[in-house]
């Protein structure tokens, strides 16, 4: 360990110091044309009300609209006393934005009048995934917790309809809840969830009943997998393919991969991309794959041959979420570093930045060649050596 130069320093390793200060280095870059916020980036959801803005949840215990073309914030709303880890829109409407927060309640507001809601308390815990779904006649919001617990709410009465928890094999802390449009009813919704261990499950939900839905198991027609586990630790991301015919589920996982869960195969892998450390969003359009995670790149995968097409460097810390926007043209990253950034998934923009990414490295390559060999040898050995030849 060596001594720090700041006073915020003096207990890093040599390493973590390494890293405060290529961060630092890193944080100018103008890629992704960031907007600078002030706290860390928590999650973002589209804004319905506007095409270009995002609702960002704020370790500062806020949700931000922003205006990614303007780099404007357009609002905050305030309320939790924590960070806000996750966001939604639903309701009658869809007028009505939901946050969960570690202070355990969902909290909510009018996305037009701006007045605060009704707040969601029942979690034990830091509330973490949050969605939103019509069961029969009922507006329901679906909360998961570092509690263990997932909630089903009524909107508008704030009562709880279901307590959800895996009576079979212990299901750790939420991470990630989303409804399957293909096989939800009006009257039953079927909910998947995702937490720190490796199991997918699959909830039936009704108004009166939760069914765990039991998974085929592969290659054994006649028998049964209590839950999908593909993966080898904590699944952070779910995501339906509506651009594919199958709809099929995509995650995004600890374990450095991003895995496409055919339905037609009972939710079994069928693609595998590699991002490498923890992925932490995953977003599909009809053209590309985009993965993004702790390594704080954004990774652009062509969806035919499922090779890596361009890599998106811009953010200095993790990635947390990702948003396509613009029908499939564009995708928003938003990240710990505090920026939001946005990509254009045009084929021509991220043939230019290859060319760029390699034309620096061959101008770096050139540079080093041209630049002579540092000796291994002291001012005073090399002054003995010439001595020495001289003599001879």
Same mark, same amino acid.
């Given at each position: 360990?060596?001594?720090? !130069?700041?006073?915020?320093?003096?207990?890093?390793?040599?390493?973590?110091?390494?890293? *405060?200060?290529?961060?630092?280095?890193?944080?100018?870059?103008?890629?992704?044309?960031?907007?600078?916020?002030?706290? /860390?980036?928590?999650?973002? *959801?589209?804004?319905?009300?506007?095409?270009?803005?995002? $609702? +960002?949840?704020?370790?500062? =215990?806020?949700?931000?609209? @922003?205006?990614?073309?303007?780099?404007? %914030?357009?609002?905050?709303?305030?309320?939790?006393?924590?960070?806000? %880890?996750?966001?939604? @829109? &639903?309701?009658?409407?869809? #007028? !009505?934005?939901?946050? =969960?927060?570690?202070?355990?309640?969902?909290?909510?507001?009018?996305?037009?009048?701006?007045?605060?809601?009704?707040?969601?308390? &029942?979690? *034990?815990?830091?509330?973490?995934?949050?969605?939103?779904?019509?069961?029969?006649?009922?507006?329901?919001?679906?909360? &998961? =917790?570092?509690? /263990?617990?997932?909630?089903?709410?009524?909107?508008?009465?704030?009562?709880? +309809?279901?307590? +959800?928890?895996?009576?079979? @094999?212990?299901?750790?802390?939420?991470?990630?809840?989303?409804?399957?449009?293909?096989?939800?009813?009006?009257?039953?919704?079927?909910?998947?969830?995702?937490?720190?261990?490796?199991?997918?499950?699959?909830?039936?939900?009704?108004?009166?009943?939760?069914?765990?839905?039991?998974?085929?198991?592969? =290659?054994?027609?006649?028998?049964?997998?209590?839950?999908?586990?593909?993966?080898?630790?904590?699944?952070?991301? $779910?995501?339906?393919?509506?651009?594919?015919?199958?709809?099929?589920?995509?995650?995004?996982?600890?374990?450095? %991969?991003?895995?496409? $869960?055919?339905?037609?195969?009972?939710?079994?892998?069928?693609?595998?991309?590699?991002? &490498?450390?923890?992925?932490?969003?995953?977003?599909?359009?009809?053209?590309?794959?985009?993965?993004?995670? #702790?390594?704080?790149? @954004?990774?652009?995968?062509? #969806?035919?041959?499922?090779?890596?097409?361009?890599?998106?460097?811009?953010?200095?810390?993790?990635?947390?979420?990702?948003?396509?926007?613009?029908?499939?043209?564009?995708?928003?990253?938003?990240?710990?570093?505090?920026?939001?950034?946005?990509?254009?998934?045009?084929?021509?923009?991220?043939?230019?930045?290859?060319?760029?990414?390699?034309?620096?490295?061959?101008?770096?390559? /050139?540079?080093?060649?041209?630049?002579?060999?540092?000796?291994?040898?002291?001012?005073?050995?090399?002054?003995?050596?010439?001595?020495?030849?001289?003599?001879?």
């Amino acid at each position: 360990m060596r001594q720090a !130069t700041s006073t915020g320093h003096f207990f890093q390793t040599d390493a973590e110091q390494a890293q *405060t200060e290529r961060r630092a280095t890193k944080a100018s870059n103008k890629n992704g044309n960031p907007v600078v916020l002030k706290s /860390k980036l928590l999650a973002a *959801t589209p804004d319905p009300t506007t095409s270009s803005s995002l $609702l +960002i949840a704020e370790s500062t =215990g806020s949700v931000r609209r @922003v205006d990614i073309d303007s780099g404007e %914030t357009k609002y905050v709303f305030k309320g939790p006393s924590a960070p806000v %880890t996750c966001v939604a @829109v &639903g309701g009658p409407g869809n #007028r !009505t934005l939901f946050a =969960g927060s570690w202070d355990k309640d969902i909290w909510s507001w009018d996305l037009e009048t701006k007045a605060p809601g009704r707040k969601y308390s &029942g979690h *034990t815990d830091f509330v973490k995934a949050i969605t939103c779904a019509k069961i029969g006649s009922k507006h329901c919001l679906i909360s &998961g =917790g570092a509690d /263990k617990k997932i909630i089903v709410w009524d909107i508008e009465t704030g009562s709880r +309809i279901h307590t +959800i928890q895996d009576q079979t @094999v212990s299901m750790m802390a939420l991470q990630a809840l989303v409804v399957d449009p293909l096989e939800s009813t009006p009257d039953a919704i079927v909910l998947v969830s995702a937490s720190s261990d490796p199991h997918i499950r699959r909830w039936r939900i009704t108004a009166g009943v939760v069914e765990q839905i039991k998974e085929a198991s592969p =290659g054994e027609p006649s028998s049964v997998r209590h839950s999908i586990l593909e993966h080898e630790t904590t699944v952070y991301k $779910l995501f339906f393919d509506t651009e594919g015919e199958d709809v099929d589920l995509w995650t995004a996982s600890g374990d450095g %991969t991003t895995k496409c $869960l055919s339905r037609q195969k009972g939710f079994t892998t069928d693609d595998i991309i590699k991002h &490498g450390d923890h992925v932490r969003a995953v977003a599909v359009t009809d053209q590309w794959i985009v993965t993004a995670g #702790r390594d704080e790149d @954004v990774k652009v995968w062509d #969806r035919t041959s499922g090779k890596l097409y361009c890599t998106l460097e811009g953010h200095y810390n993790e990635v947390t979420d990702l948003v396509v926007l613009a029908e499939g043209n564009r995708v928003a990253s938003v990240s710990i570093d505090g920026t939001v950034r946005t990509w254009l998934l045009h084929k021509t923009e991220l043939d230019r930045i290859n060319k760029e990414k390699d034309e620096n490295a061959n101008a770096v390559e /050139k540079e080093a060649a041209a630049e002579p060999g540092e000796s291994l040898m002291t001012l005073e050995e090399e002054e003995e050596l010439a001595a020495l030849m001289e003599e001879d």
